[in-house]
């Protein structure tokens, strides 16, 4: 493994842990990932970036539509056809030029979208939100104000219980 890998994989849990700075910590972590595959061709460390975002997105730090427009407008990198959340080289005949200097100037979060992201989620980050909600009204605080609440916490227990029973306690 490189030093920039390194480099990189280091950068990448520090951003998801410090939101303060994790925009900064991105961006030279993205700076190091596309100097590494124009040195030796490998995606691994802005596959590394771009699989953290499922973190750093819910947060609101940085989006993910911003790196992957900033990897394709500067280099020969896209996301896969078939697995829009690996990103592969564009061996095409229209394939971007890769262009290190221009992608080293431009913070790829110039390049988001708005507010149009995609949200990616897996039918795990469903059953953690509605258990939270469950432990939110299960409270020793929490009362219900009549039986229709108390009966639809019960069903809303049942359905965490049946398909997530790892999460109940």
């Given at each position: 493994m490189s030093k920039r890998i390194a480099q990189v994989n280091t950068l990448v849990k520090r951003a998801e842990g410090q939101l303060k700075?994790?925009?900064?910590?991105?961006?030279?972590?993205?700076?190091?990932a596309i100097v590494e595959f124009e040195a030796s061709g490998n995606l691994g460390p802005c596959q590394c970036i771009l699989d953290s975002f499922n973190h750093a997105d819910r947060k609101g730090v940085v989006k993910r539509?911003?790196?992957?427009?900033?990897?394709?407008?500067?280099g020969p990198i896209i996301l896969h056809k078939d697995d829009m959340k690996k990103l592969v080289k564009d061996k095409s005949d229209n394939a971007v030029e890769l262009n290190v200097k221009g992608a080293l100037?431009?913070?790829?979060?110039?390049?988001?979208?708005?507010?149009?992201?995609?949200?990616?989620?897996?039918?795990?980050?469903i059953w953690k939100a509605v258990n939270n909600i469950v432990k939110r009204f299960?409270?020793?605080?929490?009362?219900?104000?009549?039986?229709?609440a108390?009966?639809?916490?019960?069903?809303?227990?049942?359905?965490?219980?049946?398909?997530a029973p790892d999460l109940v306690s």
């Open positions: 700075s994790a925009k900064d910590n991105y961006w030279k972590a993205a700076k190091l539509s911003g790196y992957i427009t900033w990897l394709a407008s500067f100037r431009t913070p790829f979060w110039d390049l988001s979208a708005n507010n149009d992201e995609e949200l990616l989620f897996k039918s795990d980050d299960s409270k020793e605080n929490a009362s219900a104000e009549d039986e229709a108390t009966k639809s916490l019960t069903q809303v227990i049942n359905l965490v219980k049946a398909n």
